[in-house]
């Protein structure tokens, strides 16, 4: 079986906005990637303590914010309150955590499309999916093309497809194992994301030929990129959109 048509996207996909030029997962960086030319951009989704759909990547607070303790037994309210850029640089201070739906408005006022991953904490996969997916169904800008949704968690992706069988979904991999067709299957995904590290031509030739798009992560030189398509990866995601878009 071969999957349905993947939907087109652009070569050079902005990781966590544009994480390499500003700090991850903010507006700010879904608005530098846009300024630096990607048209695409992905970002995490997780739920707060009391059930807030926010970007964020880690299940706790401290790498990227002046705050402690879990995503997860954090409110909205006391997440707003943290700062989210001055970690990465002075000039970023007073950044917030973005809710998925100020992302979804920045999106719209750009024009960027999105991968969505989903990230959920321990033990809320199946909540953060179906969350994230009636979300986006509600809310996503009708003018922009359809996300695509991701997800490590293949109970979260499940879920999701069950509230929005429309959208996109891929299948989000570290490394593409033996059982990668029986997975893709299950979720109802058009392509394969995982870590251009562990992917070769030979298995790239096989999942492009079996109807699926394949997609790399995190990819930040130009060498790697320029290998990568001519092997026939249709995009990578990137903290440095600008580094790629020439490639």
């Known amino acids: 079986m071969t999957a349905n048509r993947p939907p087109q996207v652009p070569k050079v996909i902005g990781h966590r906005g544009a994480a390499g030029h500003a700090p991850e997962n903010t507006v700010a960086a879904i608005e530098k990637a846009a300024a630096l ?26 790498r990227t914010t002046d705050g402690k303790g879990k995503v997860d037994e954090t ?5 707003r309150r943290l700062d989210a850029g001055k970690w990465y640089q002075a000039r970023f201070a007073g950044a917030r955590v973005p809710t998925l739906d ?21 033990g809320r996969e199946r909540e953060t999916g179906e969350a994230t997916a009636r979300a986006l169904k509600a809310h996503w800008p009708g003018r922009l ?7 490590f968690r293949a109970e979260a992706l499940a879920a999701a497809q069950s509230a929005a069988p429309e959208f996109p979904r891929a299948l989000l991999v570290r490394e593409v194992s033996d059982e990668w067709r029986s997975q893709a299957e299950a979720l109802g995904a058009t392509a394969i994301h995982c870590n251009h590290q562990f992917i070769d031509r030979h298995r790239i030739l096989a999942l492009k030929g079996a109807g699926y798009a394949v997609r790399c992560y995190t990819v930040n030189d130009v060498r790697t990129a320029t290998q990568l398509f001519a092997w026939g990866v249709e995009s ?12």
Do not use: Q
């Open 145 to 151: 093309p359809a996300p695509v949704l991701s997800s």
């Open 102 to 122: 100020e992302a979804m408005e920045a999106l719209a006022r750009l024009g960027l499309g999105a991968n969505v991953e989903i990230k959920p904490c321990p």
């Open 37 to 62: 030319g990607a048209r695409w951009v992905e970002f995490d989704v997780k739920l707060t303590h009391d059930g807030e759909l926010i970007l964020f990547h880690d299940d706790t607070l401290e």
């Open 75 to 79: 409110t909205l309210a006391d997440i």
């Open 236 to 247: 990578v995601f990137t903290d440095y959109p600008d580094r790629i878009l020439g490639v």
